[in-house]
């Protein structure tokens, strides 16, 4: 079955940098588009970036658009988030998933395209 399992959150100061990494398994991970959530306390889960199959294109929320950075490395099964000023508001458990399949970047930023979540990793961002 496929696994999806995220590393790299924690603590850090605002204005600080994380690097998220997402591990997959059990999938040929060269034909999903990949994407990050991300879910605050009491809040519903929200886009934040979505990456092609070939890492050719990328789509970003507003929110995070010109601080973070999705990437992926198609020979280790691995898609990254680097985010860049980090602000408190950014604190959340930020979640790797795969989509249904080749999904456009301009259409996967809804979370209804991904059918494989992860179990989520910490982001916590002080003032």
């Known amino acids: 079955q496929v696994q999806l399992v995220e590393s790299g959150g924690g603590l850090v100061q605002a204005g600080g940098s994380l690097r998220l990494s997402c591990a997959a398994s059990?999938?040929?991970?060269?034909?999903?588009?990949m994407g990050w959530f991300r879910q605050a306390p009491g809040k519903e889960r929200e886009f934040v970036a979505t990456?092609?199959?070939?890492?050719?294109?990328?789509s970003y929320a507003d929110s995070v658009k010109g601080r973070s950075t999705i990437s992926r490395d198609n020979a280790k099964n691995t898609v990254f988030l680097q985010m860049n000023s980090l602000k408190p508001e950014d604190t959340a458990v930020y979640y790797c998933a795969s989509a249904i399949g080749i999904v456009p970047v301009q259409v996967a930023q809804v979370a209804s395209y991904y059918n494989n979540w992860g179990q989520g990793t910490q982001v916590t961002v002080s003032s």
């Open positions: 990456i092609n199959w070939s890492g050719s294109r990328t």
């Open positions: 059990g999938l040929t991970f060269s034909g999903y588009t």
